[in-house]
């Protein structure tokens, strides 16, 4: 069965750093593109930075040089290290395969980013 399992989020002030962890299972990890998207309050869902399973990362712009994505194929987890936190950035971050696997959404992580 795939699962997706965030951790991480919290509540953090401008310019502060929070780094998700994504665990997953059922999928065979070290040969798919793995994503975190997020979505915030009265949006749509977005993919915010993806890495292919030759360690290439791709960012949106808007978080690109604050947002590092990495993984972990041993343990099959993927992370987001989040620098440089604004306010916009708040949202529930999922992650999950890119493209993704629509029936297979985790319970999101969440990220808050207020003073």
């Known amino acids: 069965q795939v699962q997706f399992v965030e951790s991480g989020g919290g509540l953090v002030q401008p310019g502060g750093s929070l780094r998700l962890s994504c665990a997953a299972s059922?999928?065979?990890?070290?040969?798919?593109?793995m994503g975190w998207y997020r979505q915030a309050p009265g949006k749509q869902r977005e993919l915010v930075a993806f890495?292919?399973?030759?360690?290439?990362?791709s960012y949106i712009d808007s978080v690109k040089g604050r947002f590092t994505i990495s993984r972990d194929n041993a343990k099959t987890t993927v992370y987001l290290q989040m620098n440089s936190l604004k306010p916009e950035d708040t949202a529930v971050y999922y992650c999950?395969?890119?493209?993704?696997?629509?029936?297979?959404w985790g319970q999101g992580t969440q990220v808050t980013v207020s003073s």
């Open positions: 059922g999928v065979i990890f070290r040969r798919v593109t």
């Open positions: 999950n395969t890119n493209p993704a696997l629509n029936d297979y």
């Open positions: 890495i292919t399973r030759g360690d290439s990362p």
